[in-house]
T-cell receptor, first 112, second 114 residues
Framework: DQQVKQNSPSLSVQEGRISILNCDYTNSMFDYFLWYKKYPAEGPTFLISISSIKDKNEDGRFTVFLNKSAKHLSLHIVPSQPGDSAVYFCAARNNAGNMLTFGGGTRLMVKP | KAGVTQTPRYLIKTRGQQVTLSCSPISGHRSVSWYQQTPGQGLQFLFEYFSETQRNKGNFPGRFSGRQFSNSRSEMNVSTLELGDSALYLC?????????????FGPGTRLTVL
């Protein structure tokens, strides 16, 4: 039973346009959400996070939106750059513990 | 400051063998978590160690085990390897066990079981 799902395995976007990566979750006990970026042959690196008490968090070109009623979060990258091409994982933390539950990942390709 | 290091980076084993993977956390980090990454499954949590004690455990069979040493270095062991154990094994470290703080991942160990 996947508690965190990324339904799009891949996404292709033109450079300069907006990239929107989506993530759905089922566990209402999740209280903190994170996005990680992963390049080949490297471990995931933290990108941006959001607490369940907020609905938006912004950091430069990256914005994460949280819709608690829909149990949905999204990552917006504006403008997209070729260097953003990577696999993006969303992750959620259960407020009963500190382990993270990850989605399956979305491979983003930004074309020059 | 050096990042999380994992050894070896690549490993090939045959079914039935056992394997031990090593992780050295960032200096000062006391919590180490292990994850398995397989295509389509994302990262699945294996276990977390803090101060040499296992704090959390994911839904994996008993063939998967781990330990943490007094210097916070951690090892995970997989016994009686199966083909399905082929995966990228990632370890992540963070400063402390209580409360949430960012995890820093190592580059992973790519295990192939033939």
């Amino acid at each position: 039973d996947q508690q965190v799902k990324q339904n799009s395995p891949s996404l292709s976007v033109q450079e300069g346009r907006i990239s929107i990566l989506n993530c759905d979750y089922t566990n209402s006990m999740f209280d903190y959400f994170l996005w990680y970026k992963k390049y080949p042959a490297e471990g995931p690196t933290f990108l941006i996070s959001i607490s369940s008490i907020k609905d938006k968090n912004e950091d430069g070109r990256f914005t994460v939106f949280l819709n608690k009623s829909a149990k949905h979060l999204s990552l917006h990258i504006v403008p997209s750059q070729p260097g953003d091409s990577a696999v993006y994982f969303c992750a959620a933390r259960n407020n009963a513990g500190n382990m993270l539950t990850f989605g399956g990942g979305t491979r983003l390709m930004v074309k020059p | 400051k050096a990042g999380v290091t994992q050894t070896p980076r690549y490993l090939i084993k045959t079914r039935g063998q056992q394997v031990t993977l090593s992780c050295s956390p960032i200096s000062g980090h006391r919590s180490v978590s292990w994850y398995q990454q397989t295509p389509g499954q994302g990262l699945q949590f294996l276990f977390e160690y803090f101060s040499e004690t296992q704090r959390n455990k994911g839904n994996f069979p008993g063939r998967f085990s781990g330990r943490q040493f007094s210097n916070s270095r951690s090892e995970m062991n997989v016994s009686t390897l199966e083909l399905g154990d082929s995966a990228l094994y990632l370890c992540a470290s963070r400063i402390q066990g209580e409360g949430y703080n960012e995890q820093f991942f190592g580059p992973g160990t790519r295990l192939t079981v033939l």
